[in-house]
């Protein structure tokens, strides 16, 4: 159980934020996530896209370097997409 210093302090820290934030205290508030944004997702797609063709590519050329480098944005591809689960 909090204090009672520490409970006016908490709600000082929380009009703080409704007042320099209030969107994001709106959204928090709510429960709702932000929606990634257009560029985001357009950087995902172009990355899962790029990974997809060089490693399709490295096969078809029987291309190890292409291979290593589509393996290499693949790993890429999958931090970007569990980064945006971790932020969600």
Sequence with gaps: MLSHHD????EKIERWFELTEPELAA?????????P????????????LM???L????MVTNSPALL???LITVTAAVIAH???????
């Design 82 to 88: 569990l980064s945006r689960f971790g932020r969600d």
């Design 68 to 70: 290593l480098i589509g």
């Design 37 to 48: 944004s257009l560029l985001r997702l357009a950087v995902l797609l172009g990355l899962d």
């Design 55 to 58: 490693m399709l590519l490295g």
């Design 7 to 10: 409970r006016q302090e908490l």
């Design 27 to 35: 959204r928090l508030r709510s429960g709702k996530p932000a929606k």
């Design 51 to 53: 990974a997809g063709l």
